[in-house]
């Protein structure tokens, strides 16, 4: 798993949750650390905050979908604005959540997400 | 006299030298006459001729004598006066007649009374025709004391002379032949006519009477006949015969000058007249119709021809029955009305005339008082496009959406248009004549003075220009721009001013609002910013309270882990709530049915006011249209005032909030309708209700109502509130349905 977020905090916290669940989690404060990381760790999921500085998540999707376009991503927004997430959909996200969310809400649609497209990374792996 | 001036030429032939030989030839035909009668039976009969001739001239001189008294009041004074004298005159040629040798009716001794009574009346002829030719008779005399003494006088005078024939000198004694008295007196009446002819002579030239002409001839065969009959040596001699002839010739030619004064004259003077009137008529600029009492055509003059489009000369040469039928038909409207001796003048008819052109006419009517009457007709083209454009004016400034007011040089206000007169709810004909100052206290001008500023030379319309604010009547405030400038006529006189004005007022409001939209615009986008700043340090906290929540074995590091993540929780929601008034989003409206709508919320809802111990009645109606909205805001809207009527309602004593929809036929809405049994709102609240941040809750951001009413307000709707205090609330959510399917 990638997690990629400007902010170190964020970073952290879900470095502590996923660790805990058992997945090997990496860490990316930016679009471009996040592409290195996807091309040297081939992680199956990322997780990814919608506003970054620099390069910013829409167009981190964009360069991580042509390294990469099985990877399953979920987007992390502060928003709440359906056109963001709506473009989003339509670069290949699988889901998203409103930032503050619960822990264990985030969890689960990670868990959810996973379930559902076990059968094509079991495929690739 | 303008009317003889129309004579023509051809009648001025009365120059001396013709007339004399006219007379000549009058005298030439005397004697030719007198030739044939004496060598015819005339001779044999003695005194018939004589008694013939002189009743012959009776008669001529009666019938003179009756046309003038016919004609008198017409008549000069010198034709009266001929009239009558030959009346005496007839009277002693009665006489004459009557005591002539030959009928033997004379007194003893006095053979020549009949003589004397001639030698009378040639004085009376000669004078009068002296004094007629010399026109000394000026005044005009009644005309039956002229009648009475013409008459009576000479009558009087023959009765003396008979009764006294000494009183006369003699003037033929038998044997011995005319006495010198007979040949002082021819040539008295010798000398008389040649003076007359003499006095004639300038008037003869004289075109202005046609009378003289045949009075001139008269008078020279008067002095042929005097000159003979004072030869003749025998009472049974020629020249006595041809005497005799050529005075009737001589009475003859009086009565044609006395009938061509008395009759032809005038009549000759009426025709000039005529002629030189229809000139007039047909000269003027006004059509002239005139008709009779049965409304039907007389006269028409040339202009009325015109304007009725009738050409008697061109190609159109329409009957006169049209015309006619034409004429009545621009008059007809005006006859009907004219019954009641209304003043019609000056009214305009519209109509076509022959030639199928549209005309305008501008028609008078006179009575004539016979019952006859007349109309006048004017080309009111003129009048009409200038009313024309008087009226494109009036439409072009009504039009404008500009507001004008025009004055004249004393500021009294002559002219305003629509848009003034309905900004300032002042009606036009109220505004008109009003004085500019009374006016501008009238609409409460916060910039009188300028109003009456003395303007500058040169001033154009637009040059000065000031802004004023306005109440008017109705209590509106108003915002106008104003030019005011004055106006000068080509000779660059002062004739007005005009004012032209743009009410800003709704401009104003306008651009605060769109100042106000920019400003939430920028404070929406700081507002995004700065939400996503907290959101994203908020979530680490929240999460990070979350795991030490769970790893903790200390209960009461567990509790401030939880107190920490509600009040994340918290901050999340009032900077969301924040977002959300900062930065609307334009709804996403589907036709969708607010029954539906609410019966979805109504398991989530029931539950929660079950938890709080709530009754909630739900009520749906059973009559519904579809509305054009947004589910998710309309469910917020719906979800916020439920929760505020929880809110309110928790401290009654059996709290109850009725949530029901209503269809509401008569203003085209649906209707959210939520109560409560709470504690109401106060007069001061409901003054504040909607305002940001204004809230009456102890945990309230005071941006739930904000909200509701922004969303509504994108759905064309509107929130109706009806609270008292200690009553509850009522909340009415009114959405306008859409009409047709």
């Known amino acids: 798993m990638l997690v990629v977020d400007d902010q170190m905090g964020v970073r952290r916290l879900l470095y502590e949750a996923f660790k805990e669940e058992g997945y090997k989690v990496e860490l990316a404060g930016s679009g471009l650390e996040a592409l290195e990381k996807v091309k040297s760790e081939m992680p199956d999921i990322i997780l990814m905050d919608m506003k970054m500085p620099g390069m910013n998540g829409l167009e981190t999707l964009h360069e991580i979908k042509k390294v990469n376009d099985s990877i399953l991503v979920v987007m992390m927004t502060a928003y709440g604005e359906l056109e963001i997430i709506s473009e989003a959909m339509k670069l290949g996200i699988n889901e998203y959540i409103t930032k503050p969310f619960d822990i264990n809400e985030l969890r689960s649609v990670v868990k959810k997400v996973l379930d559902k497209n076990l059968n094509r990374l079991k495929i690739k792996a | 006299m303008f009317i003889t001036s129309l004579r023509s030429q051809e009648e001025d032939i009365f120059i001396a030298g013709k007339l004399a030989a006219h007379s000549i030839l009058a005298l030439a035909v005397s004697f030719?006459?007198?030739?044939?009668?004496?060598?015819?039976?005339?001779?044999?009969?003695?005194?018939?001729?004589?008694?013939?001739?002189?009743?012959?001239?009776?008669?001529?001189?009666?019938?003179?004598?009756?046309?003038?008294?016919?004609?008198?009041?017409?008549?000069?004074?010198?034709?009266?006066?001929?009239?009558l004298g030959f009346l005496t005159a007839a009277v002693f040629q009665l006489f004459h007649t009557l005591y002539s040798p030959e009928l033997g009716f004379n007194p003893k001794g006095y053979l020549d009374l009949g003589t004397r009574y001639w030698m009378c009346a040639r004085l009376t002829q000669a004078f009068i025709l002296l004094i007629a030719a010399l026109k000394i008779f000026r005044r005009q005399v009644n005309k039956w004391a002229g009648v009475g003494s013409a008459f009576i006088v000479p009558l009087l005078f023959s009765l003396v002379i008979l009764k006294y024939p000494g009183i006369l000198p003699a003037l033929y004694i038998e044997g011995y032949g005319a006495t010198p008295a007979k040949a002082y007196a021819e040539l008295f009446v010798i000398i008389l006519s040649l003076i007359t002819l003499f006095a004639l002579g300038k008037d003869v030239k004289n075109r202005d009477v046609l009378t003289y002409k045949y009075i001139f001839i008269s008078v020279m065969i008067a002095v042929t006949t005097d000159i003979s009959l004072a030869l003749y040596e025998s009472k049974l001699s020629f020249i006595r015969a041809f005497g005799h002839v050529s005075k009737t010739a001589f009475f003859l030619y009086l009565f044609r000058g006395t009938v061509s004064s008395a009759i032809r004259y005038p009549y000759k003077e009426l025709e000039n007249a005529h002629t030189y009137l229809s000139k007039i008529l047909n000269g003027l600029p006004i059509g002239l119709l005139t008709f009779d009492y049965d409304r039907n055509l007389i006269s028409a003059n040339t202009a009325a021809q015109k304007m009725l489009g009738y050409t008697r000369d061109g190609q159109t040469g329409l009957p006169e029955e049209e015309f006619s039928k034409k004429a009545y038909s621009i008059i007809k409207d005006l006859t009907a009305k004219n019954s009641g001796n209304q003043d019609l003048s000056g009214k305009i008819v519209k109509a076509e005339n022959l030639q199928g052109e549209n005309i305008n006419l501008r028609v008078s009517v006179q009575n004539f008082g016979d019952g006859n009457y007349m109309y006048l007709l004017a080309e009111a083209k003129r009048e009409q496009e200038l009313e024309n454009l008087q009226l494109q004016t009036q439409t072009v400034l009504n039009?404008?959406?500009?507001?004008?007011?025009?004055?004249?040089?004393?500021?009294?206000?002559?002219?305003?248009?629509?848009?003034l007169s309905e900004t300032f709810h002042i009606p036009e004909k109220d505004v008109l004549g009003m004085d500019i100052s009374e006016f501008g206290d009238m609409v409460n001008c916060s910039r009188r003075e300028i109003l009456l500023r003395r303007p500058k030379p040169n001033d154009g319309p637009r040059e000065k220009a000031f802004e004023a604010s306005f109440i008017t009547p109705l209590g509106e405030k108003r915002e106008v721009v104003f030019h005011f400038a004055p106006v000068y006529n080509i000779e660059t006189e002062l004739i007005g001013y005009i004012c032209i004005g743009v009410d800003v007022t709704t401009m104003k409001t306008e651009q605060e609002k769109l100042r106000q939209q920019e400003k939430l615009a920028v404070l929406g986008q700081m507002a995004a910013g700065l939400v996503h700043e907290i959101k994203n340090p908020l979530t680490a906290i929240r999460g990070f309270s979350q795991i030490i929540k769970n790893e903790t074995l200390d209960d009461r590091i567990r509790q401030y882990a939880d107190i920490m993540e509600t009040e994340a929780d918290c901050v999340n929601g009032v900077v969301s709530d924040f977002l959300a008034f900062a930065k609307p989003r334009p709804p996403a409206l589907r036709p969708l049915s607010l029954n539906r709508l609410v019966n979805s919320m109504s398991l989530m809802l029931e539950s929660q006011f079950f938890i709080k111990g709530i009754k909630l009645k739900i009520e749906i109606s059973p009559e519904e249209k579809p509305v054009m909205l947004d589910e998710d805001q309309i469910k917020q809207v719906i979800l916020n005032m439920v929760r505020n009527a929880i809110d309110a309602s928790s401290d009654a004593k059996e709290p109850q909030v009725v949530l029901k929809t209503e269809y509401k036929g008569d203003s085209e809405e649906m209707a959210v309708i939520i109560s409560d049994n709470g504690r109401?709102?106060?007069?001061?609240?409901?003054?504040?209700?909607?305002?940001?941040?204004?809230?009456?809750?102890?945990?309230?951001?005071?941006?739930?109502?904000?909200?509701?009413?922004?969303?509504?307000?994108?759905?064309?709707?509107?929130?109706?509130?009806?609270?008292r205090i200690g009553v509850g609330s009522t909340f009415s959510i009114m959405l306008p349905y859409i009409r047709h399917n």
């Not at chain 2, 039009?399 to 848009?419: E, F, G, P, Q, S």
């Not at chain 2, 209700?689 to 994108?714: A, E, M, N």
């Open chain 2, 32 to 83: 030719a006459v007198a030739t044939v009668l004496w060598s015819g039976w005339w001779q044999a009969v003695p005194g018939l001729w004589h008694t013939v001739t002189e009743l012959l001239c009776i008669i001529i001189a009666l019938s003179l004598f009756i046309i003038v008294c016919h004609t008198y009041e017409i008549n000069s004074p010198t034709v009266n006066f001929l009239g």
């Open chain 2, 399 to 419: 039009a404008l959406t500009n507001l004008v007011l025009m004055m004249d040089k004393n500021r009294k206000i002559i002219m305003c248009n629509k848009a």
């Open chain 2, 680 to 723: 109401g709102i106060s007069p001061e609240e409901m003054v504040n209700i909607g305002t940001p941040f204004y809230t009456t809750k102890d945990k309230g951001t005071g941006l739930g109502l904000s909200i509701c009413f922004q969303i509504v307000k994108q759905h064309s709707g509107r929130i109706d509130i009806d609270a």
